[in-house]
């Protein structure tokens, strides 16, 4: 039995399913046209203060630590989730999540040097945002 009921998806996530549907559209048919139109999708839900799903490092200490996820080349991206289905699609154990506004977020990854972007839904309804793809999206062109 699926869950599709929206009444079970938090507040934050309702919306994100146009970010996965802009995604798979990207997939079928890889273009800047399509490109574009899925980083408008994401800076819509973002200036609708949606939220993305995030992985933490399960921790004892106070702060939490994001999980990066290493690509082939080596180099490392943050992971975060528009839903929760797409959070368990390709997971083998358990991770350690928090809902997380997608600006201060985005905002996050573009300072942090220990990463390239984030990678969105790394599972199946994947893009791969590197900063100058996440800058694109927060608007700060030229930086």
Same mark, same amino acid.
Do not use: C, Y
């Given at each position: @039995?699926?869950?599709q009921n929206?009444d079970?998806k938090? &507040?934050g996530l309702k +919306?994100?399913e146009?970010?996965e549907?802009?995604i798979f559209a990207?997939?079928?048919?890889?273009?800047?046209?399509?490109?574009?139109?899925?980083?408008?999708?994401?800076?819509?839900? @973002?200036?609708e203060?949606?939220?993305l799903?995030l992985a933490?490092e399960p921790?004892?200490?106070?702060?939490?630590k994001i999980q990066a996820?290493?690509t082939?080349?080596g180099?490392?991206?943050w992971?975060?989730?528009t839903?929760?289905?797409?959070?368990?699609?390709?997971s083998?154990?358990? @991770?350690?999540?928090?809902l997380?506004?997608i600006?201060?977020l985005f905002q996050s990854?573009v300072q942090?040097? &220990?990463?390239e +972007?984030?990678i969105?839904n790394?599972w199946?309804?994947t893009?791969? *945002?590197?900063?100058?793809?996440?800058?694109?999206? *927060?608007?700060?062109?030229g930086?």
């Amino acid at each position: @039995m699926k869950m599709q009921n929206n009444d079970t998806k938090d &507040e934050g996530l309702k +919306g994100n399913e146009k970010i996965e549907e802009a995604i798979f559209a990207l997939q079928q048919e890889p273009s800047q046209e399509l490109l574009a139109h899925t980083l408008t999708v994401i800076r819509r839900r @973002m200036k609708e203060e949606g939220q993305l799903i995030l992985a933490v490092e399960p921790s004892v200490a106070e702060q939490l630590k994001i999980q990066a996820v290493k690509t082939a080349d080596g180099k490392k991206w943050w992971s975060a989730f528009t839903s929760f289905e797409e959070e368990l699609k390709g997971s083998d154990s358990v @991770m350690s999540t928090f809902l997380t506004a997608i600006e201060p977020l985005f905002q996050s990854a573009v300072q942090e040097n &220990e990463i390239e +972007g984030i990678i969105l839904n790394p599972w199946d309804r994947t893009i791969m *945002l590197d900063k100058t793809l996440l800058r694109l999206i *927060l608007g700060e062109s030229g930086k």
